[in-house]
């Protein structure tokens, strides 16, 4: 049952005349005819009678009238529940969580205010099987390229990594830093699994030094405040303290780092592109390219 033919049917049932429902339903007077005609054939009723110019409903039209009005009542609220119960499951690691992420949200929530954001941390590169299962949307990673066969980047951003220090600590402002006095100063590092952190061990061992972290763990905020405290040197990505270098709270330590690290937003190809999510997708693009 069609429910435009339904909508035409109460139109005309409330106006009396199918020129006057034509008008209101915005298509020819020839249009309500064939949706009267449909909706009848489907029910095997005659639902008006003509009398002259006036039109009545028959004993089956004023049966069928408060079902009719049901129905699209239904469906309305239908419409509006699913217009108003958007929501988008978003992967994040940690640092584009605590750094990132906000100024992504508050674009967001501004165009797209009805819609519910989930937030998954996503730290040990599992977003991908996260994606594939379908329980994340999207996510948003600071990583090396992701390779994976039924995972797409949508857009990605390389990303400066960088030792901080104090601005008052004996490194902060020296010509040229080696792998051994870094070391001998303490370094302040995320867990193992991070792949800028694997690819400074690489480049310290490369130069005979083994690192020994002062302080490991998940947390870039953690780092960035124990960087602050003096405690030592923290390894992390620029966008995580740049207020803090333009002010001189933190000075980057004269070390060369450059790694194919990106922040990356990725997406499963077959996944639905819904109305908040396609408008997430262009948010993200202006941010991160």
């Known amino acids: 049952m069609n429910l435009k033919h339904l909508q035409t049917f109460v139109t005309l049932s409330e106006v009396k005349s199918f020129t006057k429902a034509a008008v209101i339903s915005g298509c020819a007077q020839s249009g309500v005819t064939t ?6 054939e489907t029910l095997g009723v005659q639902l008006f009678e003509r009398i002259g110019k006036q039109v009545f409903l028959t004993s089956a039209g004023e049966t069928l009238l408060p079902y009719a009005k049901k129905i699209l009542a239904l ?3 239908m ?9 988008l499951t978003i992967g994040v690691t940690e640092s584009v969580a605590n750094f990132l992420f906000g100024d992504l949200l508050k674009e967001f929530s501004a165009l797209c205010p009805d819609t519910e954001i989930f937030l998954k941390l996503a730290d040990g590169r599992d977003y991908c099987q996260m994606l594939c299962s379908g329980e994340i949307d999207l996510a948003i990673v600071l990583d090396l390229p992701v390779k994976h066969k039924t995972v797409r980047i ?3 951003r390389k990303e400066n990594i960088l030792l901080a220090a104090a601005s008052t600590h004996a490194l902060a402002g020296k010509t040229r830093v080696t792998p051994a006095e870094i ?9 193992p699994d991070c792949a800028y952190r694997n690819l400074l061990e690489q480049d310290f061992l490369a130069e005979g030094t083994r690192i020994t972290p002062a302080l490991e763990t998940s947390s870039s905020a953690l780092i960035k405040e124990s960087s ?12 995580a303290v740049q207020k803090e270098l333009i002010y001189h709270m933190l000075e980057k330590v004269n070390y060369k780092i450059d790694y194919p690290v990106y922040t990356q937003v990725l997406i499963h190809p077959d996944k639905w592109r819904s109305p908040s999510l396609s408008r997430f997708l262009e948010i993200a693009e202006r941010h991160l390219t």
Do not use: N, W
Not at 35 to 40: A, D, S, T, V
Not at 79 to 87: I, M, P, Q, Y
Not at 228 to 239: A, D, H, I, K, N
């Open 79 to 87: 419409e509006t529940l699913f217009a108003h119960s958007d929501k």
């Open 183 to 191: 070391q001998s100063f303490g370094m302040l590092l995320p867990l």
């Open 228 to 239: 602050l405290c003096g405690v030592g040197l923290g390894l992390l990505p620029e966008f």
């Open 75 to 77: 469906s309305t609220e």
């Open 35 to 40: 949706h009267i005609k449909r909706l009848e």
């Open 154 to 156: 949508m857009h990605k």
